[in-house]
């Protein structure tokens, strides 16, 4: 019984010493594995960024682009009528739409539906004003007809997509 008592006293003090180190090691371990992670979250976060913000720049230029006072400037030509103004207006901003899609993935998806929002709501207001020009009538009654009806807005589509995504870009990264 003695000798088992002898035993005792060294070992039992022994394993604490083991348990201990075993702890402390594996504390040591997790608080590493953490650091690594985060300096990786962090790694990617000073590569991402730079592109997330260009992404939004591009959608704030597809947005400049798109509105109706640029269209208007860019597409209109003596000579056109106003059926073929609104179908180059709206070729225009399918296509501007489509080389900016693959920008989704670096905006918050409320980003994105309001953009998409303002894309259609300036499809429906120039095919709204389109109804109201002879088809065959000049491109430049067709123009005039679409600015005056932006006016009349309190804000337009492109406009409010802008704002929101200047707001978005202020919170993120500044």
Partial sequence: MEAVLQILKY?????????????IIKRFFDNEEQKRKLDLAFENEKMINPVRLQAYERLILFLERISPESLVMRINKHGIKAKELQTQMLAVIRAEYE??????????????EILKSAKANLIKIINQVSAKIKPDAPSI????ALLESIME???????????YLKKEVRELFF
């Fill in 11 to 23: 070992t039992i003090p022994a394993l604490i010493v083991l348990v201990t180190a075993v702890i």
């Fill in 99 to 112: 080389h900016n899609l693959a920008q989704q993935v670096y905006v918050s998806p409320k980003s994105w």
């Fill in 141 to 144: 009654e067709l123009s005039k």
């Fill in 153 to 163: 807005m309190e804000k337009q589509p492109t406009t409010i997509a802008i704002e």
